[in-house]
């Protein structure tokens, strides 16, 4: 009987090392972000598009703007989009090997936090209204009352009202207090440079406002960033922005029946 050497039997094949879970960087962050960006629009557009495939007769051009001003489509167009981030968020999220919550930051926080961020961003808001009536503008935007007015003329304010306090909120908090400032927080950017960039791109999302809001959102975006850094918690930053986005409306319809 042969007896068997065991250096003849084949070692294992070595398996590769996985890749360890870890956030994008500052290159796949600002990449990722675009394609997020980029998934937003096309929801969006697909709601226009839709619109005006309802509209009766033949649809003219020259009846597009109308038609996206209006107050319907802006709040149609705002709650599609936020399966289209969620969804282009997720896939970024599980490339990276960091689970979805962990990843955007989506956890809970001491309602101590929560109240101190909630009187900051009172403080803050109350002061820009001080300001603005200083300098004897309106505390609201004429594209808030317009869109407010088409809003309540085609019987859709309750749209309007899950659009701006609850779809907004969470797709923009997801997007640039929990992907973008995430991954921008641990590359050469650290939380300083992530809060500044990302509030930056949160200010330029809002386009239909002019050098005024532009300001004060950016502030409200530095405060919203600081609190994310402070907290860890993403949540603390939806839950704030859909109060300041309710107490605007109520504020917008209130000056808009009580000129």
């Known amino acids: 009987m042969s007896v068997l050497d065991p250096t003849d039997n084949p070692a294992p094949p070595t398996l590769p090392a996985k890749r360890p879970p870890r956030a994008w960087k500052f290159i796949g962050t600002s990449l990722w972000g675009l394609l997020i960006f980029a998934a937003m629009f096309l929801g969006q557009l697909t709601v226009v598009i839709w619109l005006a495939l309802r509209q009766p007769g033949p649809f003219e051009l020259s009846a597009l703007p ?11 167009s705002v709650v599609a989009g936020l399966p ?20 955007l930051g989506l956890r809970r926080t001491a309602w101590k936090n929560a109240a101190i961020g909630l ?27 317009e869109v407010l007015k088409s809003a309540q003329a085609d019987n859709a304010l309750w749209l309007l009202v899950v659009a701006f306090c609850i779809a ?16 921008w927080s641990e590359s050469f950017l650290r939380p300083a440079g992530a809060i500044v960039l990302s509030s930056l791109v949160w200010t330029a999302m809002h386009l239909q406002y002019d ?6 959102i950016m502030s409200i975006g530095l405060l ?13 930053t939806v839950a704030l922005h859909a109060l300041n986005n ?7 319809m209130w000056l808009a029946t009580h000129p």
Do not use: C, K, N
């Open 84 to 103: 289209a981030v969620l969804l282009a968020i997720w896939v970024a999220t599980r490339m990276s090997g960091v689970p979805f919550a962990d990843y």
């Open 224 to 236: 919203f960033g600081y609190l994310r850094y402070r907290t860890g918690s993403t949540w603390l």
């Open 168 to 183: 907004a909120p969470v797709s923009e908090e997801f997007l640039a207090r929990g992907f973008l400032y995430r991954g």
């Open 119 to 145: 009187v900051a961003l009172i403080v803050l808001v109350t002061g820009w209204d001080l300001v603005s009536r200083a300098l004897g503008r309106e505390v609201t935007s004429s594209f808030m009352v």
């Open 66 to 76: 109308q038609l996206i001003g209006g107050g319907v489509a802006i709040s149609a």
């Open 211 to 216: 050098w005024f809001f532009f300001a004060e």
């Open 246 to 252: 309710l107490a605007a409306t109520i504020q917008t």
